[in-house]
């Protein structure tokens, strides 16, 4: 039986499937990370079906809005006034992206963005982007 090329590329080059020094790979690399923050905080919002820890990075005071639509939808039909009014915005706006797949985490990559001049007066360049890399989270969350 011949062998696949990713198992051939992984005999030869094992270091190209670890994960840089810099990401984050275990819970308690994320919890570490969590205690961390400076600008901002971290706080746990509930517990996972795993019984994982559920984080939450906030920065500001909460700004309440009444969308009419999810953000998938509104950001998909270049109406993102459906999900929030920039008007009602007061500072910058900030968003924590983490992909899931079903039930685990699975080359996640959680994005922190901040924005220099808020939603009103663009959307890009952005100003700072904190990568958290998440590629072995050590079971199901």
């Known amino acids: 039986m011949e062998q696949s090329p990713i198992a051939d590329l992984r005999r ?11 990401w984050r790979t275990t819970l308690e690399d994320i919890a570490e990370a969590a205690s961390a923050v400076e600008n901002g905080a971290a706080s746990i919002i509930g517990k996972s079906a795993g ?19 999810t953000i998938s939808s509104a950001m998909a039909s270049d109406r993102p ?7 009602d915005c007061t500072g910058p706006p900030w968003s ?5 797949f079903f039930h685990h ?3 996640a990559v959680p994005l922190l963005f901040e924005l220099p001049h808020g939603i009103r ?21």
């Not at 820890?53 to 920065?59: A, E, K, M, P, R």
Request: proline share 8%; net charge negative; glycine share 8%.
């Open 51 to 69: 019984g994982r820890d559920i984080l939450s990075f906030s920065y500001g005071a909460f700004e309440p809005q009444t969308p009419t639509a």
């Open 105 to 107: 985490a699975s080359g």
């Open 96 to 100: 924590f992206y983490f992909q899931t």
């Open 12 to 22: 030869k080059r094992a270091d190209l499937f670890e994960a840089p020094g810099f």
């Open 121 to 141: 007066e663009c959307y890009y360049p952005l100003e700072r982007i904190i990568d958290i890399g998440l590629t072995a989270i050590e079971s199901w969350l």
């Open 81 to 87: 006034q459906a999900f929030f009014d920039p008007a």
